[in-house]
């Protein structure tokens, strides 16, 4: 008998909290169990935190569950306060509506919709044309606001003051629970540890409505040993779509991550079996260097595909090990005339993207935070021509430890 899915994600590190833990286990293990996740649709591309959530839905899609990917077209619109200290700004439908079309688009890479396997979903279908009285009479009178209140998710904007608007968030996830629930008998609620409270209304409004018990399950969020969220660079938001940040920039994220962090996750973003991410995550000293790479591999591979990962892998090994030059790098062409006329490594941070503007570019190499082919650059005035290429026809910037970006002529 295969192993109960419950135990899978327990061992492998996703859950953090149940509403019923031994029902929810027996059920997972027993028959075929149709569960929700929504993704707000704030951005046109998901995100490395979301990716947490999608290999948790992998893992219950492969043990015969039934995901609804529950998009947020109407959520959105208001936006969730949970872990936010300010409110959201406030997006357009047409944005909005575009966001939740790529959203689908790449959760169709990692999830089987074909044949009923896995649904789709948004909840402006029933959201934006509600009569706000009824809604008030069907719902509103099974909320109490003096729990609302002291929910963790409105506790944290109490300060800088919550408005009336986003009060309504938790109201409206519970009915999107108790609208699934009566359309596919979706039973089940999964989403990150800050959706507890939301999630919890949706089981208490399904057992006021129908009077029938329904379930929450939470997952750990991903975070730094500091406690932040991961999936933060200075650039900002690692992205799982290629074009927003590329798949060698992805590799590098998780290559270059806490010692302290990648059993973690091991466990929870790669499909390789627990003894060897035990294995792994216990190497010492500098060994553990070759579990990052296993790591940073084995979800490019993923989120990206294995022919792009052996890609960036290869040129990642090509800098690092061989101090090498690789097709694989990214990559900037200049014009010769354009290069000859001299370009001032301010402008060249900045058009390669590795440094937002020009004044954190300044910042950098006033540091001593740049290096033109190995030489360390320390007067941000300096110009490189195509003379300076090396015998490859490559100019290497390498920013800090881990952002590497080569110029090269157009042939």
Request: charged share 25%.
């Amino acid at each position: 008998m295969s192993q109960n899915v419950y135990d899978i994600l327990l061992e492998r590190g996703f859950i953090e909290q149940t509403t019923h833990e031994q029902e929810i286990r027996e059920l997972l293990g027993k028959e075929k169990v149709t569960f929700y996740i929504g993704f707000d649709a704030t951005a046109d591309s998901l995100t490395a935190g979301h990716f947490l959530t999608i290999m948790a839905m992998m893992h219950m899609q492969k043990a015969g569950h039934r995901p609804i990917a529950l998009l947020g077209g109407g959520t959105t619109m208001i936006g969730d306060p949970s872990g936010k200290s300010d409110m959201r700004n406030m997006m357009t439908r047409e944005t909005i509506n575009h966001n939740a079309e790529c959203f689908y688009r790449q959760l169709s890479r990692f999830i089987d919709f074909d044949n009923n396997h896995a649904m789709i979903e948004n909840n402006a279908d029933w959201l934006l044309d509600l009569n706000y009285v009824e809604f008030l009479r069907e719902i509103g009178v099974h909320f109490s606001v003096n729990k609302m209140l002291a929910a963790d998710c409105y506790k944290q904007r109490m300060e800088k003051g919550l408005t009336f608007f986003e009060f309504n968030y938790m109201l409206m996830q519970s009915y999107d629970f108790w609208k699934l629930y009566k359309k596919h008998n979706c039973i089940l609620e999964l989403g990150g540890n800050d959706q507890w409270s939301n999630i919890i209304g949706g089981v208490e409004l399904i057992r006021r409505k129908e009077g029938k018990q329904a379930y929450g399950l939470t997952f750990k969020l991903l975070t730094t040993s500091e406690g932040v969220k991961m999936g933060k660079t200075m650039k900002g938001a690692v992205w799982l779509n290629p074009e927003k940040t590329p798949p060698y920039e992805f590799y590098q994220y998780w290559r270059n991550i806490e010692d302290v962090k990648v059993e973690e996750c091991l466990g929870l973003l790669t499909f390789i079996p627990m003894d060897e991410v035990k294995r792994l995550g216990a190497l010492p000293g500098a060994e553990i260097n070759k579990a990052k790479e296993v790591l940073a591999f084995e979800i490019t591979k993923i989120v990206h595909g294995e022919e792009e990962a052996v890609k960036v892998q290869k040129a990642a090994k090509a800098l690092f090990e061989n101090s090498g030059r690789s097709d694989d790098i990214p990559t900037t062409l200049y014009e010769k005339d354009e290069l000859d006329n001299g370009i001032d490594l301010i402008t060249l941070l900045v058009d390669t993207k590795l440094c937002p503007t020009r004044s954190e570019g300044r910042r950098l190499i006033q540091q001593g935070g740049v290096t033109v082919n190995d030489i360390k650059i320390t007067d941000f005035n300096q110009k490189f021509t195509s003379g300076d290429l090396d015998h490859n026809g490559v100019l290497l910037i390498k920013k800090g430890k881990k952002g590497y970006h080569q110029i090269k002529l157009t042939r």
